[in-house]
């Protein structure tokens, strides 16, 4: 009998959400067309991509290897983020050869998904700390801060310039808290063992035969997360994937063994650090300094002057995805001259940061809205025993909670002032919380 493989529920959830991009319907012929073509390629009957196999696919059903592939491959999901694991481990005819990822190709392209880093400006400091800590062994390195940061750009420099030779295998690996962490943990470990014939049926001995690699060979994987371009992440799924994943990165970080895992992400994982403190480092990932910033502007080809140029870098926390997507409506809209956008006195905020921070907002309970509110009416930066003297209905314990909350999900930044911090809110998360919460 010919293998078979299902889809997850996760995998059902991503199949659909990428058939509707593409406008396709459950019974899309288009659909059915465009797997054809993948069979034809495999030599494989196309006959085989029916309507009632399509509808059992998407099911759930068991279906051919080859079938289940290309109707993944057809609506461009990665058919190995969408399969159920108990499937890949009854039947190992049912898990292909990966050559394109043998250990050939890990140890003599360490770039394979690795994006460019053109347009990478300053970070000095940020990448001689990040060197060092890839050279000092820790276990765990987490690197969080706001989107559009340059969290992916950061350590991508780092491999492109350094290339990691210590490491004897690299994998640059996308993620997402939405996803199924048996799925991540299959992929990585099909990636590192392209000949195995098998794989463990549940998460913790999925997690035991990739820790068994991460101690045979020196390895860094960088666990690089998806931009979300939907609204997955406000349901229940994100809150559950989120604790898993930090369960996970916990474990990685007190196993011993000799490898590296870097991760990017938007929200600090929580509690890893306070129980693995010798083997893990954190860097909260800030905007640009000015002269970054200058940088970035000159290379957009943008007139300015210091004090104006200045003044359009603080506008945006020196955010470079922000300032690149700004610096786009400046040369459209005002012939690339800062001055006269900023006599406007406009904050515009790019649709992609924008919906992400909307995103965030919409997922906060009560609490911290309210506290998103008052640092939002106020303006400048506040102590927490202001906070709290402002919003005598929220006790001081939930006004630390919601503050720790806010801040590893990067919607608050913090100042120094003598002994204490001050915490506020960057002008376009003040802008959309005004605009979402008091409006």
Known sequence: M??????????????????IKKGWTQTSLTWRKEAEKFLKQQGVITSYASGSTLKRFQNGTGIRTEVFQSFCGAVGVDWTTTIRTDDASESSSAI?????????????NPFEGVPSVDGFYGRVNELRQLQEWLEDSYRLLIIYGFGGIGKTQLIAKILRENNE?????RLWQKFSYTLSLENLLVDLIL??????NSLP???????????????????????????????????????????????????????????????????????????????VKTLDLK????????????????????????????????NPLCLQLVSSTIRDIFHG??????????????????????RLIKRLSPDKKDILRCLASISTPVSIDALKQELPHISSSQVIEA????QHSSLLEKESEEDHFLFTLQPMVMKLVRQNLMY
Not at 338 to 355: K, Q, T, Y
């Open 191 to 196: 990636r590192l063992l392209p000949d195995t």
């Open 96 to 108: 292909p050869k990966l050559e394109s990822q043998s250990l050939d190709s890990l140890r003599q």
């Open 201 to 279: 049926k549940n998460q913790e001995e999925l997690i035991s035969k990739l820790l068994k690699e991460l101690q045979k060979e020196k390895t860094l994987i960088i666990l690089d997360e998806k931009n979300l371009d939907d609204e997955s992440h406000l349901d229940e799924s994100y809150s559950v994937g989120y604790k898993r994943y930090c369960a996970f990165l916990k474990q990685l970080s007190i196993e011993n063994h000799q490898s590296c895992i870097v991760i990017t992400t938007q929200r600090k994982p929580t509690d890893v650090t306070a129980v693995a403190r010798n083997s």
């Open 337 to 358: 001259n800062v001055r006269d956008f900023l006599s406007g006195n406009s904050l515009v905020a790019p649709d992609s940061i924008r919906e992400t921070i909307e």
């Open 165 to 169: 030779q210590r490491f004897a295998r």
């Open 403 to 406: 503050i720790i909350t806010l």
């Open 287 to 318: 905007g640009l300094d000015i002269e970054a910033g200058f940088q970035l502007l000159k290379g957009n080809n943008l007139r300015f002057d210091e004090q104006t140029g200045r003044e359009l870098v603080q506008r945006y926390s020196g």
């Open 2 to 19: 010919a293998p078979t493989l299902r889809l997850s529920d996760e995998g059902k959830y991503l199949i659909d959400q990428a058939r």
